[in-house]
């Protein structure tokens, strides 16, 4: 089981509260009456999935129902970092951290 950071919360919390809703950072078409049928189609349907380090959107369901950001390895489960929506996330595919910072805010731990 894991615990993970809210970073709207505040607290780690049981993974048993949350619910992954797919991959983050998929922009909405502006202007979604001018798309084709195959934009569209590739908008609602196609989604990355990596092995590795996947930035996933979540929700709070059984909290504060907030929706926010988890960058996650696909492999080992592990999530390396929590943030809010609009936020960039520190750690990139490289599975390295964008910033100056070593330490990363919001991880997630395995009991």
Same mark, same amino acid.
């Given at each position: !089981?894991l *615990?993970?950071?809210?970073?709207h919360c505040g607290?780690l919390?049981s @993974?048993? @509260?949350? *619910?992954?809703?797919?991959? #983050? *950072?998929i #922009?909405?078409?502006l202007?979604?009456?001018?798309?084709s049928?195959e934009?569209?189609? +590739?908008y !609602?349907f196609?989604?990355d999935n990596?092995?590795?380090? *996947?930035?996933?959107?979540w929700?709070?369901?059984a909290g504060?129902?907030?929706?926010?950001?988890v960058?996650r390895?696909t492999?080992?489960?592990?999530?390396?970092?929590?943030?809010?929506i609009g936020?960039k996330?520190q750690v990139t595919?490289?599975g390295?951290?964008t910033s #100056?910072?070593? +330490?990363v805010k919001?991880q997630? @731990?395995?009991?």
């Amino acid at each position: !089981m894991l *615990h993970i950071f809210c970073p709207h919360c505040g607290e780690l919390r049981s @993974e048993e @509260e949350f *619910h992954a809703s797919g991959q #983050a *950072h998929i #922009a909405r078409p502006l202007d979604p009456n001018a798309c084709s049928d195959e934009e569209w189609g +590739t908008y !609602m349907f196609y989604r990355d999935n990596p092995r590795g380090i *996947h930035h996933e959107l979540w929700d709070h369901v059984a909290g504060c129902r907030q929706y926010f950001n988890v960058t996650r390895d696909t492999v080992t489960y592990e999530i390396l970092e929590t943030y809010k929506i609009g936020e960039k996330p520190q750690v990139t595919a490289s599975g390295k951290a964008t910033s #100056a910072a070593s +330490t990363v805010k919001g991880q997630g @731990e395995k009991v």
